[in-house]
């Protein structure tokens, strides 16, 4: 009977322990497995070595520098040596002005003064500025929608085609020219005594002029802007609608959206920072001009550049050198303001264009 009974006994206890690949063994019964858990050593993995810094990170096949390469300043300083001409470019003939100018709009036979800034409130300055801001806007616009429906025909062309390269190159071209050439070039075409203006009137009976000489007031500068307006929208955002992806229309299709879904969802999204940016671009073009507005109008200060040059060679004494920078100041805080947006709309946008 005691035999019987310790076989059984050792029956179960060999039944409590299967083994589990390579001898180990788990224990079924609580008590023994809790004190194996207070016996047995912690299992510590070995740490994974560290670098002190992220320059000792070298990519696969560089050579390692040398000591020489550390010491050495001129080794270090070479690369930058390249950027030196833009540099002193940049200094001599953005920097130094921008701060001639903006220190002649607070300096005054007696010094130092911070009276010259009320002629930002005057009512002249005000409208001049209210009327630049209106001509750069409407021609911005203007300029952005004839140009983003120019931007769009050109991406269904093959892009090494000769019709998308002559345009590209037109764009390039026209984009640039402005000035005296560009006031001239309107003055003949459409002046007073124009080829189309006189074309016009003897053989048609119209005249364009009837209600006033337009072309030499502040609406006749629109027809101008535009003409460069509209080929710079065409370079600026030409790149972001040749980017989209013809794979994404595809996916939306698949997926059992239309034409408009992919616009409304796609499409606009991603040109959206990119239009707006090239919209600004636009307006600070138009409201920076000065040469071709001060070609055509020649009698009057209708907009701020205009209101600079009369009060740098004005002779009635009621404009000094001060109110100039002023005004300079004035154009500066607008234009940085506009290209902080610029730069923020196109950094945004060139994720969608890598």
Known sequence: MDLARR?????????????????????????????????????RHPARPRSSSCASLRVAGSPPPTASDQTDPMK?????????????????????????????????AQGFSLAGLSVLVHPDTLQAFGASVWVSALTAVVGAAVGAVLCWALAALPEGGAIRRVIDSASSVLAQFGGVMLAFAFIATIGIQGVITVLLKDHLGVNIFEEGVWLYE??????????????????????????LRPGWAEAVATLGGSSWSYWTR?????????????????FANAFSSYATAAALISQGSQIVPLQI??????ETGGTTASTAGVLA??????????????????????????
């Open 309 to 314: 040059r009369a009060a740098l060679i004005g």
């Open 218 to 243: 502040l609406p006749g500068l629109i027809l101008p802007y535009l003409y460069f307006q509209v080929p710079l929208m065409v370079i600026t955002f030409l790149p972001a609608v040749a980017a």
């Open 266 to 282: 796609v499409g606009l999204p991603v040109l959206a920072p990119a239009f707006l940016g090239s919209l600004l671009l636009l």
């Open 329 to 354: 100041l004035g154009m500066i805080i607008v234009m940085t303001a506009v290209m902080l947006a610029y730069g923020r709309l196109m950094a945004r946008a060139a994720r969608w264009q890598r």
């Open 7 to 43: 076989r059984a006994g050792r029956g179960r206890q060999q039944g409590a322990r299967r083994p589990l690949g390579r001898g180990r063994q788990v224990v079924a019964d609580p008590a023994t497995r809790s004190s194996r858990r207070m016996t047995d050593p912690p299992v």
């Open 76 to 108: 270090r300083l070479l690369p930058a040596l390249g950027l030196a001409p833009f540099g002193a470019y940049i200094l001599l003939f953005l920097a130094v002005p921008t701060l001639l100018a903006v220190a002649s709009g607070f300096s005054t």
